[in-house]
């Protein structure tokens, strides 16, 4: 008798509700394992730190919604709000959320720690599609998580455009910021809106360093917090490896 596929059901609060969203490849749907994923979104339209400030009842709410559909996961989704409260009060609050609803959790930057320090990099290039002030909060919010933050940049975009920018422009900016720290063991891009998942393999690549990115980091810890381990190679080392 053949064995039943294990289902699993992964509640996602996304920031944005952006009609562009589509075009960038979900690596989630490469997950090869019966997943139901359901997204809610905060439907951010500014991208500003007062936007963002006021988000936290907002997103609780929507994540004890998914964890009574019976989530096995719940991913309250978007870097910069969280990083506003700062890495220690972010790992105190999702904490509380877990015990209050009885789910797992965790936020794009809690992710994003665990896949820098699963790699090793310690001194890394950061980039995103935020102005100085956001930039610093995440270097910041990365400092205290024990990093050595070399560079946090922004690409010269408003909040709106950032999923027309194009992937090459991206390229070329990325490897300027990298050309500039010799001493980086590694690159960090934070974001999904920008269309970068086709140039996380051209990037290692093209400057030898590895690259953590949000749609790579994201399946990669799904499935691990699911007990799969499934590489799925072309999205970066990763992906590749799916290291534990």
């Known amino acids: 008798m053949a064995e039943i596929e294990k289902e699993y059901l992964v509640g996602t ?4 509700n952006r009609p562009e969203a589509g075009q960038e490849l979900d690596l989630d749907t490469l997950i090869p394992a019966k997943i139901k994923f359901v997204y809610l979104t905060m439907n951010f ?6 936007e963002f400030s006021t988000s936290m009842p907002g997103y609780e709410a929507k994540a004890a919604e998914l964890a009574t559909l019976g989530a096995d996961l719940v991913r309250p989704s ?3 709000p969280f990083m506003l409260l700062g890495y220690q009060k972010e790992q105190e609050l999702i904490s509380g959320w877990e015990k209050k609803y009885s789910v797992q959790m965790f936020t794009s930057g809690q992710n994003h720690v665990r896949a820098l320090r699963t790699l090793g990099m310690k001194k890394f290039v950061g980039a995103s599609y935020f102005p100085e002030n956001m930039n610093n909060v995440f270097a910041r919010y990365f400092t205290d998580a024990g990093f050595n933050v070399l560079a946090m940049e922004g690409i010269d975009s408003p909040f709106a455009a950032v999923p027309s920018v194009p992937p ?4 070329e900016f990325m490897k300027r910021i990298a050309a500039k720290h010799k001493d980086a063991d590694g690159i960090y891009m934070l974001g999904s809106a920008w269309k970068t998942v086709e140039i996380i393999d051209r990037l290692e690549k093209d400057t030898g360093l590895t690259v953590v990115h949000a749609g790579p980091a994201r399946a990669w810890e ?3 917090r699911l007990g799969l381990r499934h ?3 072309g999205y970066g080392r990763l992906l590749a490896e799916m290291p534990q």
């Open 45 to 50: 339209t500014r991208g500003t730190e007062e």
């Open 231 to 233: 590489r799925i190679p």
């Open 78 to 80: 978007g870097a910069p």
């Open 168 to 171: 090459a422009q991206i390229l």
């Open 222 to 224: 799904t499935q691990l």
């Open 13 to 16: 609060v996304r920031p944005t």
